[in-house]
T-cell receptor, first 115, second 112 residues
Framework: SQTIHQWPATLVQPVGSPLSLECTVE??????LYWYRQAAGRGLQLLFY??????ISSEVPQNLSASRPQDRQFILSSKKLLLSDSGFYLC??????????????FGSGTQLSVL | AQSVSQHNHHVILSEAASLELGCNYS??????LFWYVQYPGQHLQLLLK??????LVKGIKGFEAEFIKSKFSFNLRKPSVQWSDTAEYFC??????????FGRGTSLIVHP
């Protein structure tokens, strides 16, 4: 069966420090991968999505970047964190072949606090 | 721009009360519709989805949702809620692509 792993679960970082959040998927090949940010009262905001290795699409211009070095690995990064980067970050995957009616499978999330 | 609106941000009910959570979207084309749920301490997971056929769809745990195309709505319902339904509920819409747009979410608290 397919599983998605996301770590760390919580992270406290000072302003200006770098960030690296990792997400890996097991049990499937060539998944679509997503990074979302969940802010209180603001729902889920799509940050990045990827349909293949090295293919990253950004939905919102910001201080973050994403990379997909391997088929089932998706990394969210920042060179210098801002206070506004605080939030709950969710990784998700969906089966590429299903199209628009495929559901997303979410990771457990990372609570990032930038101080 | 395409958007998804959830009008009820916080809902508090007693057990056995009926539930209806609103979801509206702004798009006149073909859509695929989803409700996701996040129970306390658990992953966000799919509750139900609609992509064609009968506009009344049934999901897990007694939930159902009705797609009303003329109203651009996909409201979630449950006739009698339980304490275990306490969770955050998200409506999501695929506007002609595989990438869903999520609503702001509704926090439901059910008192025993």
């Amino acid at each position: 069966s397919q599983t998605i792993h996301q770590w760390p679960a919580t992270l406290v970082q000072p302003v200006g420090s770098p960030l690296s959040l990792e997400c890996t998927v097991e049990g499937t090949s060539n998944p679509n991968l997503y990074w979302y940010r969940q802010a209180a009262g603001r729902g889920l905001q799509l940050l990045f999505y990827s349909v293949g290795i090295g293919q990253i699409s950004s939905e919102v211009p910001q201080n973050l970047s994403a990379s997909r070095p391997q088929d089932r690995q998706f990394i969210l990064s920042s060179k210098k964190l801002l206070l506004s980067d605080s939030g709950f970050y969710l990784c998700a995957w969906s089966a590429a072949q299903g199209g628009a009616n495929e559901k997303l499978f979410f990771g457990s999330g990372t609570q990032l606090s930038v101080l | 721009a395409q958007s998804v609106s959830q009008h009820n941000h916080h809902v508090i009910l007693s057990e056995a009360a009926s539930l209806e959570l609103g979801c509206n979207y702004s798009y006149g084309g073909t859509v695929n519709l989803f409700w996701y749920v996040q129970y306390p301490g658990q992953h966000l997971q799919l509750l139900l989805k609609y992509f064609s056929g009968d506009p009344l769809v049934k999901g897990i745990k007694g939930f159902e949702a009705e797609f009303i195309k003329s109203k651009f709505s996909f409201n979630l319902r449950k006739p009698s809620v339980q304490w275990s339904d306490t969770a955050e509920y998200f409506c999501a819409v695929n506007f002609g692509s595989y990438i869903p747009t999520f609503g702001r979410g509704t926090s439901l608290i059910v008192h025993p």
